[in-house]
């Protein structure tokens, strides 16, 4: 739903617009002032715009405006599953069997998938998030409701743009006596299930709010060898993407030794046609130098999930090498429950220090070395691009991500009112370098205010906890 009036965004102290950070000064705008058009399109960015009749005007003084992120990797169902104990030190193998496989039984109705959505999107929206690409793989036969109706329903509540990735398998990864909720689809049922999607929810215009994608969970591990072409030929023929977990710890290049005769998990994409414009991949952080070079000859995409990569130890992914390799970069929050948030935001931050670190700590002294470096790896106009225009591409929305005439106003105007954002010789910077979610003066996704100072119209947090606390109460008990 688009503004049912003009909205005039004046006098900004920065304004970051989600272009390529160019340098010196790309990805930034000399405009303090927004218009928005009834459309939910803007209409004019400039300094000193005079309000029209009938405008709304958002003072936005000592505020900075930055473009609606735009999340390529989640899991929401996740987000009652934060912090299990069983979990919180484990590797990703091990943390898989210890928390969402034994705990996906707690969603075998809707009602418990309903809330952990609805929890999920509110945290991504206060962190400035106005698209959300959800990986939902909990699907088995027999199930009694339609998750992509739960998901689709609570991301319209909250007046964002939702992308399903239908996710599931036809291998299971549970050993032994499977129960119903565990058991693996067909390919056949998957694929008609997607096709139901597909004719339901894909809008297939620019400026969408609704989009469906194929995502098979990890297509090395949860699809048979022989279904992975037909299955990427189904989808493109459906004319959605692709998406799947690839490459996040070492144990990807262990299964693809056993399962494909030796080939790397990136030359078992390429060779079964999982590779190209309208594919993107989660995590991807180890990987060969030859392997690197594919994803970018091949503009295959990234979801880049540092937070999650570090919680589970599973490294730091190269993703400022694959950008300049030519791979299209984007940012994925994952699922809370390797990550214990569901905070774009933090998730930059993140990102801006440990590619810094990473690139640091391979710093040798001279004459043998470089001497110091690694400052650079990464800058903020970079990341927010990634977050923003990178995401929209990569998931294939037109019109998205970017602030500029005739371009969605999906933007965040965050307020610098908090001491650690005083004294700041650049508050182009603040939200992503200081460290904490600076507050929300006003969030927009298709030109209408979906958050104003902080708060979600007709949400009670105090109420959100409450449910949220019974929830996991519930939950622990039943899985003990």
């Known amino acids: 739903m688009a503004a049912t009036q003009g909205l005039l965004i004046r006098g900004a ?17 000399t405009a303090t002032d927004l218009r928005i058009a009834p459309d939910g399109t803007i209409a004019e960015m400039g300094r000193g715009l005079a309000p029209a009749a009938g405008e709304r005007v ?39 069997h ?16 309903r809330l952990a959505a609805r929890i999920g999107l509110v945290e991504l929206l206060r962190s400035g998030c106005t698209t959300v690409a959800d990986h939902h793989y909990l699907y088995w036969p027999g199930q009694g409701y339609d998750p992509a109706e739960v998901l689709f329903d609570e991301a319209a509540r909250l007046g964002l743009r939702f992308m399903l990735l239908r996710g599931g398998g036809t291998v299971t990864r549970s050993g032994g006596s499977v129960p119903a909720h565990a058991r ?68 990807y290049y262990e299964h693809c030794a056993e399962r494909f005769g030796g080939r790397a998990p990136i030359d078992v994409c390429a060779e079964h046609e999982w590779l190209g414009p309208d594919v993107w991949f989660a995590h991807l952080v180890h990987l060969s130098p030859a392997e690197q070079a594919l994803l970018g000859e091949t503009g295959t995409g990234v979801a880049h999930c540092p937070q999650s990569n570090g919680r ?28 214990e948030a569901a905070d774009m935001l933090s998730e930059l931050h993140a990102a801006w220090l440990l590619h810094r670190a990473h690139a640091g700590s391979a710093a040798r002294p001279r004459p043998h070395g470089e001497g110091e470096h690694g400052a650079g790896a990464v800058t903020v106009e970079e990341l927010v691009h990634w977050a923003s225009a990178g995401g929209a ?83 622990a008990a039943e899985v003990g």
């Open 13 to 29: 102290a920065a304004l970051l617009t989600g272009a390529a950070a160019a340098p010196p000064h790309g990805g930034r705008s």
């Open 58 to 96: 958002l003072d936005a003084s000592g505020c900075v405006v930055y473009p609606g992120f735009v999340n390529t990797h989640h899991h929401l169902f996740q987000s009652l599953l934060k912090g299990v104990p069983a979990g919180i030190d484990q590797t990703l193998t091990p943390w898989l």
């Open 98 to 113: 210890a928390v969402p496989l034994r705990y996906r039984g707690a969603f075998v109705d809707e009602r418990r998938l």
């Open 184 to 251: 693996p689809e067909t390919l056949d049922a998957m694929l008609t299930g997607l096709a139901r999607n597909v004719a339901r929810f894909h809008q297939r215009e620019p400026n969408a709010m609704r989009r469906v994608a194929f995502a098979p969970t990890t297509i090395t591990v949860t699809l048979d060898p022989g279904e992975l072409k037909p299955a990427a030929r189904a989808a493109r023929e459906m004319g959605v993407r692709l998406h799947s977990h690839m490459s996040e710890t070492v144990a």
């Open 312 to 339: 589970l130890g599973s490294g730091v992914a190269p993703a400022p090498a694959l950008a300049w390799l030519g791979a299209r970069l984007s940012m994925g929050v994952d699922g809370a429950a390797s990550n």
């Open 393 to 475: 591409a990569v998931l294939g929305f037109e019109g998205v991500g970017t602030l500029a005439p005739g371009m969605a106003a999906d933007l965040a105007v965050w307020s610098l009112d908090d001491p650690r954002h005083f004294g700041l010789h650049d508050e182009a910077l603040a939200p992503v370098v200081s460290g904490a979610r600076p507050r929300l003066k006003w969030l927009l996704c298709n030109g209408r205010v979906v958050a104003e100072d902080d708060a979600i119209p007709g949400l009670d947090l105090a109420e959100l906890a409450h449910e949220a606390r019974a929830a996991v109460r519930e939950i």
